[in-house]
C-alpha cells in the first residue's frame, strides 16, 4: 500500500469514527433503550457510593449469639412439629409474615417463644 492510500484509509477511519462518537447525543431519533444504554456507557445512572447505607453496630459477644441461635434452633423445631399436626391456612401465613414484618421495620426485637 503506497502512502497516499493509505492517508486516504486513515482519513476514511477517522471520519466514520467521529460520526460513532456523536452517535451518542443524537437521540431524537433513537429508541428509549438505547437513550438508556447511552446512559449507562456513559457512566450515568449508576448509584454513587455516597448512597450506601450506613452498617449497624453489632452487638452483643460469640456466647450471646450463640444462645441466640439454640433458642431459635429450638423454636424452628417446635414450629415443625406444629406443622406436623396444626394445618395452616395460607392467610394466617400471610397476617404472621405482615405481623412480622411490622415488627421488624418498627425496629422491635423478636418475639420470644412459639407466638406472640
Known amino acids: 500500500m503506497n502512502r497516499g492510500t493509505g492517508m486516504t484509509v486513515v482519513g476514511i477511519a477517522l471520519a466514520l469514527s467521529s460520526g460513532c462518537a456523536d452517535l451518542m447525543s443524537a437521540s431524537a431519533v433513537a429508541p428509549e433503550w438505547f437513550q438508556a444504554k447511552a ?3 456513559k457512566g ?3 448509584p454513587s457510593l455516597r448512597d450506601i447505607p ?4 453489632v452487638s452483643g459477644d460469640r456466647a450471646q ?3 441466640e441461635g439454640t ?7 417446635v414450629v415443625e412439629l ?6 395452616v391456612s395460607e392467610e394466617d401465613i400471610r397476617a404472621r409474615a405482615a405481623q412480622l ?13 412459639d407466638r406472640p
Open 39 to 41: 446512559i449507562e456507557v
Open 44 to 46: 450515568e445512572g449508576y
Open 54 to 57: 450506613a452498617t449497624r453496630a
Open 65 to 67: 449469639w450463640e444462645s
Open 71 to 77: 433458642a431459635l434452633k429450638d423454636q424452628a423445631a
Open 82 to 87: 406444629q406443622a406436623e399436626f396444626e394445618p
Open 101 to 113: 414484618r411490622a415488627m421488624t421495620e418498627r425496629g422491635a426485637p423478636p418475639p420470644k417463644g
